[in-house]
């Protein structure tokens, strides 16, 4: 085999006209691209762990506000719009997912080596920069990895796949507290900014790596095409509608965009929280504390899966974030180990709500998936909008009177749950893919060694062969 020939199976460019039968996979079939993608998750889960680190880590180092300190999610979560409706959203519809995954982790590579010099030349401003890059490839990942977990397989278990997927994500937050409170904050403040610069550095490699596996990997591309086939088959025909009146879409993104923006002001202000309302707590006892909040966080989703097995995925939302707002509110009053309990149990109950989101908000979009899918990431700006808010008023007052401003937004982001559970026109496409047969039986013949496609081609080989014999 030549170079070109190598090259040529290697294409990242997908046809969306063409059914490829992707959307048919059965769980076995689906079992390599879902594990490969799935390493994706616990990449940015470590990025944003590390990133509510980091917040407190400079508020020390570099003597800024708490609200100042903000920046970092500011520019994390920023930077997610501007790929999951821009530039990744352009080559997911024009490429197709192992392109968009390429993109994602090559950003994510320059924003780790951009950010090595910002820090030895302790500019927070280089660092924000640096960090809006490495938002724009997690970013991309996101807009990619979401919906390509979602629809890789049966769509019955979708909420469980992409649930069990974003448990990895919530290992990845788990994993960079614990090292940022052995790394960060156990040395003088001279050595901790050397150690980041460490971490960025292998993150950097890593990633590199990880891109060259995803362009030498063969992976099915899900088209629109294989989409609309499979919302024909559910019945959860949303999608003969235009894309601006897919309303449930944009609820559904709305609700991203308030839930997220909880979810990050409680964890970037966790340590914040824990130092003010417990004295005798230092910042590597609270990093340490917030890694078991995370713990909390992720074994929730574990949990969550087991349930969804057995209960309708939307019943479980809703009961879930009915959950955050019961315990969050006793945090804004209660100090102590008792406040930091509520958040606690707080966390166990975020667990499941932005996957269930995704795959719900996706249900019955057919063609439109790639579109829409970057409308359910960019409402992840809403970590971007939050936070600041929050630290504003820990600054007036103390970070546990704070808690009241994600407190507001989980309330808003209720809204798309009692809407998916009770309003039929939400409902039924949701309980439609809940019921369906699509990828439990088999319809084709796996993936083709040379283009990467399900079944068509495999198809016409035979019918070659025929003819010839």
């Known amino acids: 085999m030549g170079f070109k020939e190598f090259l040529q199976r290697r294409s990242l460019k997908a046809r969306d006209d063409r059914r490829t039968r992707a959307a048919e996979l059965t769980l076995r079939e689906s079992l390599y691209p879902i594990c490969l993608v799935t390493v994706l998750f616990f990449l940015w889960g470590f990025s944003y762990g590390l990133l509510d680190t980091l917040n407190k880590h400079f508020q020390n180092t570099l003597d800024i506000?708490?609200?100042?300190?903000?920046?970092?999610?500011?520019?994390?979560?920023?930077?997610?719009?501007?790929?999951?409706?821009?530039?990744?959203?352009?080559?997911?519809?024009?490429?197709?997912?192992?392109?968009?995954?390429?993109?994602?982790?090559?950003?994510?590579?320059?924003?780790?080596?951009?950010?090595?010099p910002c820090i030895l030349a302790r500019s927070f401003a280089g660092f924000c920069m640096a960090i809006f890059i490495i938002g724009n490839g997690l970013g991309s990942l996101e807009t990619a990895a979401n919906p390509y977990i979602t629809v890789c397989g049966p769509p019955r278990y979708s909420e469980i796949r992409i649930n069990i997927?974003?448990?990895?994500?919530?290992?990845?937050?788990?994993?960079?507290?614990v090292l940022g409170s052995y790394v960060f904050f156990a040395f003088d403040d001279s050595k901790a900014l050397q150690n980041v610069q460490w971490v960025y550095l292998a993150i950097a490699v890593f990633v590199f790596v990880l891109a060259v596996i995803f362009f030498l990997s063969v992976i099915p591309e899900i088209t629109d095409a294989d989409m609309a086939f499979q919302a024909t088959e559910t019945h959860a025909n949303a999608d003969d509608k235009p894309f601006w009146k897919q309303y449930r879409l944009f609820h559904a993104a709305f609700a991203q965009f308030c839930y997220t923006g909880a979810q990050i002001a409680i964890a970037s202000y966790f340590i914040n929280y824990v130092r003010d309302t417990q004295p005798l707590a230092d910042d590597a006892l609270a990093s340490?504390?917030?890694?078991?909040?995370?713990?909390?966080?992720?074994?929730?989703?574990f949990i969550g899966v087991f349930i969804m097995r057995y209960v309708r995925p939307r019943w479980v939302f809703l009961v879930f974030l009915t959950m955050c707002i019961v315990f969050i509110a006793p945090s804004i009053t209660q100090r102590g180990w008792t406040g930091m309990s509520m958040l606690y149990v707080t966390l166990f109950f975020e667990s499941i709500c932005f996957p269930t989101i995704v795959a719900l908000g996706m249900r019955g979009l057919g063609r439109h998936t790639k579109r829409g899918s970057g409308?359910?990431?960019?409402?992840?700006?809403?970590g971007a909008c939050v936070p600041p808010l929050t630290g504003v008023a820990a600054d007036s007052r103390q970070t546990a009177f704070a808690m009241v401003v994600p407190l507001c937004f989980f309330v808003a982001s209720l809204s798309y749950a009692i809407a998916v559970n009770f309003v039929p026109a939400y409902r039924d496409p949701a309980d439609a893919f809940s019921t369906t047969e699509v990828g439990l039986r088999g319809h084709h013949t796996g993936v083709d060694e040379e283009t990467g496609d399900i079944g068509t081609l495999s198809e016409e080989k035979a019918v070659h062969a025929e003819i010839e014999s």
């Open 65 to 116: 506000t708490k609200s100042r300190s903000s920046g970092l999610q500011a520019a994390y979560f920023g930077a997610y719009p501007l790929a999951s409706l821009g530039h990744a959203n352009w080559i997911l519809r024009h490429y197709g997912y192992r392109a968009t995954f390429i993109w994602g982790l090559c950003l994510y590579g320059i924003g780790a080596l951009v950010a090595i």
């Open 288 to 301: 340490q504390l917030l890694a078991g909040a995370q713990g909390g966080f992720a074994a929730g989703r």
């Open 375 to 382: 409308w359910l990431v960019a409402g992840v700006m809403g």
């Open 165 to 177: 997927s974003q448990a990895f994500n919530g290992i990845g937050t788990v994993v960079a507290p």
